[in-house]
């Protein structure tokens, strides 16, 4: 069975449109130009035996819940199975508080983030970490440290693939014949070399101009060219990007990522 990727978010941290700002974009009509924060969320067959299907989130935004109430009309999530992290930034964990609901029907989630990462999560959210007894419903999770290695998500194999996010290094993740990398403005050399064989990748493309810790959409659309992925979708945008111009000058393959973009890929890498 492919793996169905779902869209949640394709902005960059302040979302789009941005508070205050009257530009073309952000006054746009086109909804692919309505951009919230970077997500995604993994639809993948258990491996086991009556397992299901299994929704795999990665990164919960402060628009988390929004995203989840978007897709009651279409595909409604009615559980979470997972959560993954590639880092400990305000606009990729603070919807933590919000997969309580799932809590309430299924119990415990896993999740799974780098010692780094889950440090920051643990203080931002410490109430739901804290050895007590409470009287109020707090996110129930089971916690995965990872690293470098590769692990299992109910069955799913994740390749952490390290970026830098500026001076910081972070995590994008390989799944199948899909990679999903956030947040970058270098992909090493090392990290490049884990990207073969795609037929979907994921890239940062903040914007034209250069930023101390994003990738611009001309050094991207490079990257891209040198993974070789069948396509490419670029995400984690702001209003500098008008989706419809900007696609329009992208090369064959390359295209830009929007809320509510489902594709599917391969299972297997």
Known sequence: MPLSIRVLGSGTSSGVPTIGCSCEVCLSIDPRDTRQRPSILIRAADREPGGGIRNILVDTTPDFRAQMLAMRATRPVDRLDAIVYTHGHADHILGLDDVRPFNYRQGIIPLYAAPDTFEVIRRVFSYAFEPRERKTHIPQLEVNLIGDAPFEVHGLLFEPIPVMHGKEKIYGFRFGRAAYLTDHSEVPESSLAKLCGLDVVFLDALRHKPHPTHSTLETSI????????????????????????????????????????????????
């Not at 945008?237 to 594709?263: Q, V």
């Open 222 to 269: 490079e990257t891209a060219r040198r993974i070789g992925a069948k396509r490419t979708f670029f995400t984690h945008m702001c209003h500098d990007l008008g989706h419809a111009a900007t696609e329009a000058i992208l090369p064959p393959g390359m295209f830009l990522a929007y809320d509510g973009l489902e594709i599917e890929v391969g299972e297997r890498a």
